[in-house]
């Protein structure tokens, strides 16, 4: 089961921190995602952290869009992922999933086998 939290009404250039907790199964055998989804559009990876500490370097991975403005952490040891959002953006609003995925190298949609129900991140201009 994942759980996110975090989300809610900013303004152009606030942050905000999404939290997801992972309960039921073993944690550090899953790749980690955090994904979006706005309107009319389709849901898109925007930060993944491999189970594999050597893909990657360990390091997470991001789409274009995000880079540099989102951060994304793992706590092994508390089940938890974390999504840092700096600079944030109109075009950013969507709804947020968390998702964990078995294979190490997970980044597409159809790669992970479980998601969280999504946290709302609204940013006004």
């Known amino acids: 089961q994942l759980v996110e939290s975090g989300g809610g009404l900013v303004q152009t250039g606030d942050s905000l921190r999404l939290s997801c907790a992972a309960s039921?199964?073993?944690?550090?055998?899953?790749?980690m995602g955090w994904f979006r989804q706005a309107p009319g559009k389709q849901r898109e990876m925007i930060a993944v952290?491999?189970?594999?500490?050597?893909?990657?370097?360990?390091?997470?991975q991001y789409s274009n869009s995000v880079k540099g403005r989102f951060t994304m952490s793992r706590d092994n040891a508390k089940s938890t992922v974390d999504l840092l959002m700096s600079s944030l953006k109109p075009e950013d609003t969507a709804t947020y999933y968390c998702?964990?995925?078995?294979?190490?190298?997970?980044?597409?949609?159809?790669?992970?086998?479980?998601w969280g129900q999504g946290t709302q991140v609204i940013v006004s201009s």
């Open positions: 998702a964990a995925g078995a294979l190490a190298r997970a980044t597409e949609v159809f790669e992970f086998e479980y």
């Open positions: 039921g199964r073993r944690f550090d055998s899953y790749t």
């Open positions: 952290i491999s189970w594999y500490s050597e893909w990657n370097g360990g390091r997470a």
